[in-house]
């Protein structure tokens, strides 16, 4: 596939050699004007790479596999694929084909397998999963929940933290997504990503609105705070204080009162800074 796009890449070049030094000079800009370029590529692939030559080599269950394989960003165990499977799944195979399945499909080379150890992580790479689509019936509940197991048996890797919350996100489980928001959020911003910590604290704010813990709200006023944005900073920090005065967490509570008091000292408002100092 890669050497396919090369190829399309290399007669759109030669039909303007301009396009090149445009493309060096701005890849955004370059991405802009050749959106169209892009889609008609992708067609033209499909039409020419997979549906022609390739499709017709695969059994409904090897095309089942295979979308829902893509529908996952990261390589996987063949476990996320059987969690899958269950009633309503889109994975109708049995359980026992499964493997075999993916060599078939690794021979055809749709999808990429490595090993590490005994484990073996099967993957569709971006330009299969952008021409086969993902399954209709992807559950994007199950795919988190395999990420969530991958947590608990790995200690912690934050890719499988953010392969999770993408999922959950997907499916708009507010809950789920306000826990690992929180865990992603905390960690970039301990390590001082701050543009990461903004961009899943903002997410999980977006997504669960009132229904967001407190102690985002309170990270995401602080990001705010950080870019000079004290107008919004001063606001979450607001909707965050009733909650964890509900919650009786005096700790995060003190931090409120005071973050809040410090916005109102930059303001030169000291009467109201103290009061929320008292």
Known sequence: GNYRVLEFFNRFAAEGPGNLKRAVLSLEAFQAETREVLKKTTE?????LFFQRLSCLLESGEREVLEVLSGFRVPVLALAL????????????????LLSVLEVLHRYT????????????????PIVSQLVGPSPGFSHPEAGNYFLDVIEKTGGAVKAYEE???HFHQCRDVERVGE???????HYD???????AF??????????????????LNRLGLLYDLYGKYDTALELYKKALPEVQRLKDKKAEGTLLNNISQIYKARGDYDTALDYLE
């Open 44 to 48: 033209a692939m499909s039409q020419n």
């Open 180 to 186: 690992l928001g929180n865990t992603l959020s905390r």
């Open 164 to 166: 999770a919350f993408y």
């Open 82 to 97: 059987e969690m899958q499977s269950g009633s309503g799944g889109p994975i109708k195979i049995d359980g026992s084909r």
């Open 110 to 125: 749709l999808i990429e397998v490595s090993r590490e150890a005994d484990t073996v992580y099967y993957y569709a790479s």
């Open 190 to 196: 301990s390590i001082y990503m701050y543009a990461n």
């Open 199 to 216: 961009y899943y604290a903002e997410a999980v704010y977006r997504l669960a609105g009132d229904k967001t813990p407190g102690i985002v």
